[in-house]
């Protein structure tokens, strides 16, 4: 149902380095590469994440209560993205581990980009 999701950003090289390395984590590559506009996807008929600069030319800023969540296939990879998006610069909005308890099969970890949009990372475990 969804087809592709975008965050605004005012600085847009700084944000694809970033995202270059975060999604290579998912196999998502970079398939659109626009000066405003840049899209990264694992294919065609995939949901995609995108970034741009904001089209009426006024600062990027971040949406209270919008959180973009990627998908990942194990509780591993949770981590690694995690890990990687802090040191790649962002800052901590939840360490990884489960959610709603222990035995919970959702797994997630939580963080804001450089711009300081709040994404996570998720894993949820077949029952």
């Known amino acids: 149902m969804i087809g592709y999701t975008t965050v605004g950003t005012n600085d847009i090289e700084k944000?694809?380095?970033?995202?270059?390395?975060?999604?290579?984590?998912?196999?998502?590559k970079r398939?659109?590469?626009m000066e405003r506009f840049?899209?990264?996807?694992?294919?065609?008929?995939?949901?995609?994440f995108s970034i741009a600069l904001p089209y009426d030319g006024n600062d990027a800023s971040v949406g209270n209560g919008v959180m973009?969540?990627?998908?990942?296939?194990d509780r591993e990879t949770v981590d690694a993205i995690y890990?990687?998006?802090?040191?790649l610069g962002?800052?901590?909005?939840g360490e990884p581990g489960p959610r709603g308890g222990e035995d919970s099969p959702f797994y997630a970890g939580y963080f804001r980009d450089l711009d300081g949009n709040k994404l996570n990372?998720?894993?949820m475990q077949a029952s």
């Open 90 to 93: 962002a800052t901590c909005e």
């Open 121 to 123: 990372a998720f894993h």
């Open 15 to 28: 944000a694809a380095a970033f995202y270059d390395e975060l999604l290579a984590l998912l196999g998502a």
């Open 38 to 48: 840049k899209l990264w996807g694992t294919a065609p008929d995939k949901p995609s």
């Open 68 to 73: 973009i969540a990627l998908v990942a296939p």
């Open 31 to 33: 398939s659109w590469d």
């Open 83 to 87: 890990a990687k998006a802090i040191e």
